[in-house]
Nanobody
Framework: QVQLVESGGGLVQPGGTLRLSCTAS????????MGWYRQAPGKQRELVAT???????TVAGSVKGRFTISRDNAKNTVYLQMNSLQPEDTAVYYC???????????????WGQGTQVTVSS
């Protein structure tokens, strides 16, 4: 009953910026945690950042100081501001929601389909 749609990926040069967004649609009452994972070719999916409904963020050490996560609860949207992008940031970025409650939805988790981020000169 809940769908996640990511946007904002693309091709950028090293040192550039991108802003990803993910919007959850459906009859949603609340989302406990929203976050982002990424998966590069041949590698395991890894956690990038999370943010609670109260606005408490966590950021992986590999992107700390460069990426910022935020959310708009009224819009059921989470953002990832990506600054100083490097080639090693190249991956498919997946939106993740946990603890989703809504009409007919109880403590459910969801994945988005992913958006490609490519950092290359």
């Amino acid at each position: 009953q809940v769908q996640l749609v990511e946007s904002g990926g693309g091709l950028v040069q090293p040192g550039g910026t991108l802003r990803l967004s993910c919007t959850a649609s459906g009859s949603i009452f609340s989302i406990s945690v929203m976050g982002w994972y990424r998966q590069a070719p041949g590698k395991q999916r890894e956690l990038v950042a999370t943010i609670t409904s109260g606005g408490k963020p966590t950021v992986a050490g590999s992107v700390k100081g460069r990426f910022t996560i935020s959310r708009d609860n009224a819009k059921n949207t989470v953002y990832l501001q990506m600054n100083s992008l490097q080639p090693e940031d190249t991956a498919v970025y997946y939106c993740r929601t946990e603890g989703v409650y809504g009409r007919g939805v109880f403590n459910s988790n969801y994945w988005g389909q992913g958006t490609q981020v490519t950092v290359s000169s």
